[in-house]
């Protein structure tokens, strides 16, 4: 009998114990751990903030992946040993066969000072309903939508929040100004300057400033304040700084800010243990970063899932990660862009933005709905 153990609940891993389940021996165990209880897209935030669909119709349970034959651990991870491949969950020390690390990017609010006392944080699911009550009640004004850190996870979501939240004030004749700021010189600089342009020019044309290189240091009462420069502001929603969580950090696999795999097969420098989604760094041609997106996460479940079930069956393992994705970024009017390609294509990532159209939208509820309903059922 073999065992592996899951750490964490997120895109990748789920996609992980999925197939793995599907994969291994009925006697193989496969265990996920997660302090959270349930699952939820990323992408809903802008939709319970707008007001356009609740939290609840896009969460599903953890707990139901047992009916899959997956036992699914809720708490937290105390400690990670992957020489052993071994893990503590609330000081309980569980040992496996394969370690897959799937935690993500953890929000570090804290590095900016005034953050947690003048923004909204937009990443954090449990200050949704916050926000919302707040863009509700709002009756006019500046509003600035910041970008405080890099990397970041879903790097389309500020400007689609910006463009959603420019559409949910018109509607209802509120008179704001929408600005968005961020460190970066483009948008979103892998998308190259014809995609950048497209989606900054979008924002020009409802209205909305867009301020590259703009590296925030502290928030003030009712002001931003940068290298050079203030920004003031009558609400302000931000996206805050990521960094890897402490316990990976202390557990040696992030020997650079972020844990290193082959890009190619997500394997560690540690036998059997994987690493997949937001918690890596992955390079791209151009040396920059691959993007923290959960359809990279999803890939890199699959592709561990099956290099892991090929090792126990004394396989040599054949899957590899290709980088090929897709992300939306709604634009409003009930439509959406859509960014897809090859990442990791070489020489240079291959990666085109396409719309907007209804088309594009009508995907991206379908993308939440297939996969809400194959992985956790009705």
């Known amino acids: 009998m073999h065992r592996v153990i899951i750490l964490g609940g997120g895109f990748g891993g789920v996609a992980a114990a999925l197939n793995l389940r599907a994969r291994l021996a009925a006697a193989d165990e496969v265990i996920l751990v997660d302090r959270r209880t349930h699952f939820m897209m990323g992408f809903r935030k802008s939709w319970v903030i707008t007001g356009r669909s609740p939290a609840d119709e896009g969460r599903r349970p953890l707990a139901a992946l047992e009916q899959r034959g997956i036992r699914v651990l809720n708490g937290t991870v105390t400690a990670i040993d992957p020489a052993a491949r ?3 969950v609330d000081g309980r020390r569980l040992e496996a066969d394969a370690l897959v690390i799937a935690l993500g990017a953890e929000l570090a609010p ?7 006392e003048h923004a909204l944080n937009f990443y954090a699911p449990e200050e ?3 926000i919302a009550d707040a863009v509700k ?4 004004g500046r509003v600035l939508i910041g970008i405080f850190g890099l990397p970041y996870k879903c790097p389309p979501a500020p400007f689609e929040l910006a463009l959603l939240l420019d559409e949910f004030f018109r509607d209802r004749g509120v008179p704001v100004t929408i600005e968005v700021f961020g460190p970066q010189p483009m948008a979103i600089p892998v998308l190259g300057p014809a995609g950048c342009a497209a989606i900054e020019g979008r924002l020009a044309a409802r209205g909305i400033t867009f301020l590259p290189n703009h590296r925030a ?10 290298g050079r420069g203030r920004r003031t502001f009558d609400l302000l929603i931000g996206v805050p700084p990521h960094r890897v969580p402490a316990v990976v950090s202390r557990s040696g696999l992030a020997t650079n800010g972020w844990v290193t795999v082959n890009p190619e097969t997500l394997e560690t420098g540690f036998p059997d243990v994987y690493a997949i989604g937001d918690v890596t760094e992955v390079l791209m041609a151009d040396g920059r970063p691959l993007p923290k997106a959960g359809v990279f996460a999803e890939a890199g479940g699959e592709v561990a899932a099956a290099r892991i079930a090929a090792r126990f069956a004394g396989r040599q393992p054949e899957e590899t990660f290709a980088g090929n994705g897709h992300c939306y ?9 859509v960014v897809r390609g090859g990442f990791l294509a070489k020489p240079a990532p291959a990666i085109e933005v396409l719309g907007p159209s209804p088309g594009y939208l009508r995907e991206k509820y379908e993308f939440e709905r297939r996969r809400l309903e194959t992985w956790f059922g009705d």
């Open 86 to 88: 071994a893990v503590e």
């Open 110 to 116: 804290d590095q900016i000072p005034g953050f947690a």
């Open 128 to 130: 949704l309903p916050r």
């Open 137 to 140: 009640n709002f009756r006019g």
């Open 217 to 226: 240091t502290r928030i003030e009462a009712g002001e931003v304040v940068f």
């Open 329 to 337: 970024l709604e634009v409003g009017g009930g439509e959406a862009m």
